[in-house]
């Protein structure tokens, strides 16, 4: 009799901590298939090919300018205006969201590549972006490198080897364990969007059309002021070595073509004063002499906001000009290249 | 990272280690947005916990004690996020009458989370005047239940009586309580990353457009319907499935709004714990329905003026809650003449007359709102693509909807494998989701800005 409690309480403990353990199994189970299966997913995807259109559209312009940059870019110039305005061929080649590392694929695979490579070259860029050891400003897309890239000169290796930072170095990690977050290429569709747009009858391209022609930089509403906190990374000298300028300044020396570095200026303060940092000044100072002694022009726009040329109510947001301003930006540029080409023929 | 490490050490150390932990967490998890605002939920802390304790010691005197509270935390609350609007509003008076015409440059940071912690933190020292609950002792119990890092930033706003005593025991491991955290935090994760941030882009363009004509600004307020939901929900699945795996149970804050039938069952369905607080400690303090029609009406107005106020400082939010206590007034008197609407149609009106009051949550300019409300330009084929897609995206809500309503969850519920197979089966589909089908660009949570 005094034996059964004991059984009872054996049997009362035994339950709880086989079912607990029981229970750890299978949540040790549930996680390993929540983590491993999506890694088998997406592991055949094909890289793209190199996209010979863009060599092929850029040697039938027969461009005199080429223009490479970021929607900062395709804020201020307007290709076909300023070959009105100059009598000469521009061609712009802007991306939105790219930064050097993709404006060396463009130099080097699309500009270098075609037989007459164009005598002048312009790079726009903001703050520091110049020496930036990046590709994109924006999302990621690396369908664009893939069709930038020549699959015979590695460029993909190049811009991967450049300095990665942690957060980086992390997501190749994730990205090479699951290969479908692999960021898509801006150019794609997303899965669901295609679907609404078969069920309307639009094909993917009709579609984004519609889309680009909608909600174009030309229809975007006016915002509130923002003053942009200009972005530092770091002085000249520690960043120069890493970065993708002394091949960009070495791919237009190859091919002959005059190379100008144009930095564009942020929003000013709401005085009207350059929005300038110390730091900022004494970079672009270091980057002038340096773009100097390789004989390479530079045109800080930063001037014409001192000189009240450009002014706030010019601009969009921190960086981009509101689209009505694009032509008359242009005829200012056009303005300044006829001037620079006279003053260049008076000192010959 | 920091939930991880935290989980890691928790289940080893007792009782009042787990809550210091918890504590040391939270505040590191403030201080990382922003160190500053860490002092700020600390002089809350201390406001509320002296305040709770001395209603309790001195209750000749409480009542002192209950006013010194709210005047220190609404006062907190009103200079962080209303000053700016005020002087912005008597501004454009003065300019309007010709009296003088100045230039507003009060620029004040809002600390994230503030309109949470304020009330959650108000609700319980309200809680004890009331004798709903007592004051705590334990400083840790009372700092960590104003600032328990998964609902800080944006809820839901607990109540002392439900978080406070889960403090107050030992939390031990429980295998299952984290599988179903893990998948309610996938879920979350879902919702925000690929409902909302995808829809989200649509309602950022549309609304970015200067004239995008009535058809696209009505499919972006019901894009915008369908990512405020996910966003927000997404954020709570989030919070409640990490407090989950710290044995915390928080408390739901959405019931599948979508099914509502009224807008008065919208409101008992959507911000859940918002609507209960603004219900217990406004609506029925001022009278709620007990003194007759017309003070009802009152009652409900100053409550949902406040609940749009309390989202921000903006004419827009004020309209939004006027019309919202508009639409249940128009309820309430037409079930006086006995109109009864069949529950399927009255769930579909709501949901439309729900999601075009969203039109002045999103958007700030009245005249905008003025001059493409009924502009029948733009391209109308693009409309409905945009349309169908949110539709699409929409799916699994109102899949997760119906699933509740015709308690098909119960079969999978029956025992402990059945449950923990659905949990892989859920968690697996919404980890492959994300991965495959997020946006580009993913935005901050909008809750984050209140």
């Known amino acids: 009799m005094q034996q059964q409690p004991d059984v009872t309480e054996q049997t009362t403990q035994a339950n709880p901590s086989t079912k607990r353990r029981s229970s750890v199994m299978m949540l040790v189970g549930f996680i390993l298939v929540v983590l491993i299966v999506p890694a088998t997913f997406g592991r055949m995807q094909i890289a793209e090919q190199f996209d010979q259109s863009a060599v092929d559209d850029l040697q039938e312009s027969a461009a005199d300018f080429v223009f490479i940059g970021n929607s900062l870019l395709n804020t201020r110039i307007d290709p076909d205006y300023l070959s009105e305005l100059t009598d000469k061929t521009a061609v712009s080649l802007a991306i939105e969201g790219t930064a050097p590392g993709v404006w060396l694929l463009q130099l080097q695979n699309i500009v270098a590549a075609i037989n007459n490579p164009p005598p002048e070259i312009f790079i726009f860029f903001h703050d520091d972006l110049i020496t930036r050891q990046i590709n994109f400003t924006g999302p990621k897309d690396p369908a664009l490198i893939d069709r930038l890239s020549r699959s015979d000169t590695s460029q993909y290796a190049l811009l991967s080897s450049k300095k990665q930072s942690v957060a980086d170095r992390i997501e190749n990690a994730f990205v090479s364990i699951y290969p479908m977050a692999k960021p898509k290429s801006n150019e794609q569709l997303q899965p669901i969007s295609s679907i609404a747009a078969e069920l309307i009858g639009y094909s993917d391209k009709e579609f984004a059309y519609a889309v680009d022609s909608t909600f174009t930089f030309a229809n975007i509403r006016d915002q509130a002021a923002i003053i942009q906190s200009p972005k530092f990374h770091g002085d000249f000298d520690e960043t120069i070595d890493e970065s993708f300028l002394p091949e960009l300044i070495q791919s237009a020396n190859e091919i002959k073509a005059n190379l100008t570095i144009v930095r564009v200026a942020a929003r000013p303060t709401n005085d009207g004063l350059p929005n300038e940092p110390d730091s900022l000044a004494r970079y672009t100072n270091d980057l002038s002499a340096y773009l100097h002694a390789n004989d390479v022009h530079y045109i800080d726009m930063i001037g014409h906001i001192e000189s009240g040329d450009i002014d706030a109510t010019m601009y969009y947001d921190g960086y981009h000009l509101k689209n009505r301003f694009r032509q008359s930006y242009t005829e200012f540029f056009a303005k300044w290249m006829l001037t620079s080409a006279e003053a260049k023929g008076t000192a010959q | ?450």
Request: aromatic share 14%; with cysteine; proline share 3%.
């Open chain 2, 1 to 450: 990272m920091l939930l991880i490490a935290v989980f890691t050490g928790y289940w080893f150390v007792t009782r009042r280690l787990q809550n210091l932990l918890l504590l040391v967490a939270s505040y590191l998890f403030y201080s990382f947005i922003d160190p500053k605002m860490a002092i700020l939920l600390g002089a809350y802390t201390a406001v509320n916990y002296i305040a709770a304790r001395r209603i309790e010691s001195d209750r000749n005197n409480s009542r002192k004690y209950l006013w010194i509270a709210i005047t220190a935390s609404l006062g907190a609350l009103a200079f962080f996020k209303y000053a700016g609007f005020f002087v912005e509003s008597i501004s454009d008076v003065l300019d309007t009458i010709g009296i003088a015409n100045f230039e507003s440059t009060l620029k004040i940071i809002l600390p994230v989370g503030i309109s949470f912690y304020t009330f959650q933190s108000l609700g319980y020292v309200i809680d004890v005047y009331t004798n709903r609950t007592f004051a705590r002792r334990s400083l840790i119990d009372t700092a960590l239940f104003i600032s328990f890092f998964p609902q800080l930033v944006a809820g839901p706003i607990e109540r002392a009586s439900v978080l406070l005593p889960q403090f107050e025991r030992r939390r031990s491991f429980d295998a299952n309580l984290t599988a179903s955290g893990i998948s309610l935090i996938a879920w979350g994760f879902f919702k925000k990353l690929v409902i909302a941030d995808n829809v989200g882009m649509i309602v950022d363009n549309v609304f970015s457009t200067n004239q995008p004509g009535a058809p696209m600004l009505w499919v972006g307020v019901f894009a915008f319907g369908v990512q405020i939901l996910a966003d927000f929900s997404g954020y709570t699945d989030i919070a409640r499935g990490s407090a989950r795996l710290l044995g915390i149970e928080l408390s739901l804050n959405f019931r599948h709004p979508w099914l509502a039938a009224s807008p008065a069952d919208f409101w008992r369905r959507w911000h859940i714990t918002l609507s209960t607080w603004l219900r217990d400690y406004v609506y029925i303090p001022l009278g709620g329905n007990r003194k007759g029609r017309y003070n009802l009406a009152i009652n409900l107005i100053v409550t949902f003026v406040l609940g749009g106020l309390w989202h921000g400082a903006a004419w827009n939010f004020v309209l939004w809650g006027l019309l919202n206590a508009a639409l249940i007034l128009t309820c309430r008197a037409a079930s006086l003449f006995r109109v009864k609407v069949h529950t399927l149609p009255a769930t579909l009106i709501t949901f439309i007359v729900i999601s075009a009051n969203w039109l002045l949550f999103r958007e700030g300019d009245l005249s905008y709102i003025g001059d493409n409300i009924a502009d029948s330009s733009g391209d109308f084929k693009l409309a409905l693509v945009f349309g169908i897609t949110v539709l699409i995206y929409s799916l699994p809500i109102w899949i997760h909807a119906v699933i509740d309503l015709t308690r098909v969850a119960d079969i999978w519920e029956r025992n402990d494998v059945s449950r923990m197979v659905t949990l892989t089966a859920l968690t697996l589909t919404s980890f492959i989701a994300i991965l495959a089908l997020r946006a580009d660009t993913s935005t901050e949570f909008i809750y984050f800005r209140f």
